[in-house]
């Protein structure tokens, strides 16, 4: 019993010194990556069409086909397209930002576009941007919390039908 009693203060100061999701969270976080193997696997299927679209068929055909027999000029365009699109991409990410505040809001920048809401974590763990809490309308987005540690966060949600993963570096103060 006695091993038992000086066992107790050990534990205790144990758990009291580990830190808690809410304490590591509450910082200004920096996009630096987006996974999206479905968003990646179609734009490389868009590129590997573009490498062919066209090649295979005469002038006639691409007329008939696409509605002009220069694809050519038409694969560039699309390329460009496909282009810009990546290039947004990374925008996006480049122009993210969290700022979790310990009172239970936030101020997010998604590319560009402020906003606010509450956050909290559920029962299961996943990070919730709740926007109904805060503003009586919008929004309530559940995220997975797949690593949460001082030098990084990472972050995964379905959205449209596709699983991405965020992941975010603390900002400079």
């Known amino acids: 019993m006695k091993k038992l ?11 009291a010194c580990k830190d808690k999701k809410e304490d ?3 910082k200004k ?3 630096v990556a987006l996974e999206s193997p479905t968003m990646d696997q179609m734009i490389a299927d868009q590129a590997a069409f573009l490498d062919t679209f066209g090649k295979n068929t005469t002038a006639k055909q691409n007329d008939s086909l696409y509605g002009t027999q220069n ?3 038409m694969r560039e365009s699309l390329r460009m397209q496909l282009n810009d699109f990546k290039g947004m ?7 993210t930002w969290f700022h979790f505040m310990k ?3 936030a101020m997010m920048n998604f590319s560009g576009q402020p906003d606010s809401t509450n956050w909290y974590f559920d029962d299961e763990g996943a990070l919730i941007l709740d926007e109904m809490k805060m503003k009586g309308t919008g ?7 797949l690593q949460l540690e001082d030098t990084v966060l990472k972050l995964r949600f379905t959205e449209n039908g596709m699983t991405s993963t965020v992941t975010f570096h ?3 103060k």
């Open 89 to 95: 991409q990374e925008h996006a990410v480049k122009n």
């Open 5 to 15: 009693l000086l066992l107790a203060p050990i534990v205790l100061l144990f758990a």
């Open 170 to 172: 603390p900002t400079e």
């Open 71 to 73: 694809v050519d000029s």
């Open 139 to 145: 929004n309530k987005i559940k995220m997975d919390v």
């Open 103 to 105: 009172d239970g809001k």
């Open 29 to 31: 976080w920096q996009a």
């Open 24 to 26: 590591k969270i509450t």
